[in-house]
């Protein structure tokens, strides 16, 4: 993405190379409905009219909504005060093909989202994350704030919200393999906690698929764009009808590898 829209920009403003700077990086087939990027400007169009100029040079997968000046100072990651991201799970039995490009398809059983809902709260605050950060981070220190946390349920499809300071490596992905773990009744709380507690990385293995996942939004603390540019631009699934798996009173009779995607080989640590 960051390459496609480098060369749309040189395109445009062939004065000087253009390099794109965006408030944060995510995995390939992870979405971005608020992405924001920054870049600077030599030539003659003005800011109002970059979004038009830009998407006539696009591919239909990525479109600007907005564009603004800011001042010289200004950084597209390192002026944010925060990122927001959305987990859409469908927990319906019969796949659709409309929610896949968008969702996590659990199925086997019912998630029970008071009990993933309970594990996910004692998250919020500053703590050390260690135990939900991929290998390979180039981060000083695993500590980050999660500032908000939600879990709607609405029929057979969950949707989860995180909005943090700033988040870690495959942080959310990590964090929500072990969240349907503990819905699907085969993680206890108790151990969901002592993991993140204990910064215990080589015990979380698995990692949600990239396409239920999608960054919001970024905030700063002055609006700079038009609210409909930036605020909740991904649409939200409503199902009509209802195909709920049977609920798991207890530890469900379930695989214990996941049909997830493995994120690193971390091991104990050693000393």
Known sequence: MQQTLEEALAVLDPARPTTTFAAGRTDAGVHAAGQVVHFDAAGPIPPARWPKALNGRLPATI??????????HWHACFSASYRRYRYTLYNGVTPNLFL???SWHRYRVRLDEARMN???????GEHDFSAFQRAGSRRANAITTLQDLRLERQGDLL???LQASGFLYGMVRLLMGQLVAVGEGRLAPETFRRRWQERARWEVKEAAPPQGLCLLRVGYPEELFPRSAWYDCQPRFQLESQDSPVECGGPCDLPSKETTEPLGRDGPPTG
Do not use: D, I, K, S
């Open 100 to 102: 896949a490009p968008w």
């Open 63 to 72: 479109r600007v909504r907005a564009a603004v000046a800011v001042p010289n």
């Open 118 to 124: 309970a594990v996910l709260q004692e998250l919020r």
């Open 159 to 161: 949707v989860v919200e």
